[in-house]
């Protein structure tokens, strides 16, 4: 079954760091153009980073130089490394799959909560 | 950066033809991707490439793209249908290309 699963996430200070996993399983992330998407409470999707199969990555404005988006082809996990927190950055932190072929974010997994508060 | 705008909300009788609507500055030139996102759950792709639908999506779920509005259709709309709906597109000129709307919350009456 194709399959996304993150952890990591939970309460941080301001100012502090996190690393997100996204483990895949049924495909290889390798191969796929993988994504981070964010959700504020009670607010709507906000893109977050892409890390594309050729290495190449790009950020939002608002994490860029904050966070890192990486990968490990052994463990077949995605990752996203949150640095320099601050209270905007709570949300719910899904990874998310662009299908080969479409440029289409096809599955995604159920989320991670990261909470940032003194 | 580019900017895609969707009215907050959409009410609809079960049964009757709902069309949320996304809009952005000549957006026909881009492949526009629907979500739909169900109160505590993650988003799932109804439409990707303007009009194309995933495996497991009902026909009742369509799509359309011209000039400066991307439009959502769902027919013959079901009370399972109410959640909130969020268009999204890559734009490739610029350096962080990924862009989603601000979400529709679809009201089934």
């Known amino acids: 079954e194709v399959q996304l699963v993150e952890s990591g996430g939970g309460l941080i200070q301001p100012g502090g760091s996190l690393r997100l996993s996204c483990a895949a399983s049924?495909?290889?992330?390798?191969?796929?153009?993988m994504s981070w998407v964010r959700q504020a409470p009670g607010k709507g999707l906000e893109w977050v980073s892409v890390l594309y199969s050729v290495g190449g990555a790009y950020y939002a404005d608002s994490v860029k130089g904050r966070f890192t988006i990486s990968r490990d082809n052994s463990k077949n996990t995605l990752f996203l490394q949150l640095n320099r927190l601050t209270v905007d950055d709570t949300a719910v932190y899904y990874c998310?799959?662009?299908?080969?072929?479409?440029?289409?974010?096809?599955?995604w997994g159920q989320g991670t909560m990261v909470t940032v508060s003194s | 950066s580019y900017v895609l705008t969707q009215p907050p909300s959409v009410s609809v009788a079960p049964g009757q033809t709902a069309r949320i609507a996304c809009g952005g500055n000549n957006i026909e030139t881009k492949s526009v991707h629907w979500f739909q996102q169900k109160a505590g759950q993650a988003p799932v792709l109804v439409v990707f490439d303007d009009t194309d639908r995933p495996s497991g999506i009902p026909e009742r779920f369509s799509g359309s793209n011209s000039g400066n509005t991307a439009t959502l259709i769902i027919s013959r709309v079901e009370a399972g249908d109410e959640a909130d709906y969020y268009c999204?597109?890559?734009?490739?000129?610029?350096?962080?290309?990924?862009?989603f709307g601000g979400g529709t919350k679809l009201t089934v009456l």
């Open positions: 998310a799959r662009e299908g080969l072929g479409i440029r289409a974010l096809d599955i």
């Open positions: 049924g495909f290889s992330v390798s191969r796929y153009y």
């Open positions: 999204q597109v890559w734009d490739s000129s610029g350096d962080h290309p990924g862009i």
